[in-house]
């Protein structure tokens, strides 16, 4: 209440600055008080060259969601890159067999906390429909994985990686 007060009727030479992720969340009483100004996500070729072009770069640039602050963490996150390497091991192994082991896919995903590694997944898979839909490798998650992002677009059809990429999608949010 206390915060509502003050934005309705500031003192003088008083500006505040709200930052948020979710603007629509925010009451309408706070939106119809302010002027909405929306920030860019920051380019990951600025990013990478902002991170000195460390070696994993490129990948903590494509995952920070343009949050050079997000990609310098990334960068160090030792649980993160053993996730996705994990995670693209289980999408190598369910693309290159007929009848992919299960449990070894499950010896994989137990090692990670569950959410990381599904969404490590989950960018992989998306990554490989990215490719097969606009042949750009601009946009993806994983940039050094294209020629297996090719050959999992070469065996599942686009709908299909929309499925799989939904699916998981559904059990992260579950």
Do not use: W
Request: proline letters at 6%; charged letters at 25%; glycine letters at 2%.
């Amino acid at each position: 209440n206390f915060l509502l007060k003050s934005i309705e009727e500031p003192p003088e030479n008083v500006v505040f600055i709200l930052t948020s992720s979710a603007p629509d969340k925010l009451l309408l009483t706070v939106r119809s008080r302010t002027v909405r100004v929306d920030i860019p996500p920051t380019q990951r070729k600025l990013i990478a060259q902002y991170l000195n072009g460390a070696e994993l770069a490129d990948i903590a640039a494509a995952y920070s969601m343009g949050s050079p602050h997000k990609a310098k963490a990334l960068l160090t996150d030792e649980a993160f890159f053993s996730a996705r390497q994990d995670a693209i091991k289980a999408a190598e192994l369910l693309m290159t067999y007929k009848r992919p082991s299960v449990f070894k896919i499950g010896e994989l995903a137990a090692k990670h906390e569950p959410v990381l590694f599904l969404e490590t997944l989950f960018c992989v898979f998306r990554d490989a429909l990215v490719l097969l839909i606009n042949k750009d490798a601009e946009y993806l998650y994983n940039p050094d994985k294209t020629a297996l992002l090719k050959s999992i677009g070469s065996v599942v059809t686009p709908a299909g990686l929309y499925k799989i990429s939904e699916k998981i999608s559904n059990t992260i949010d579950a």
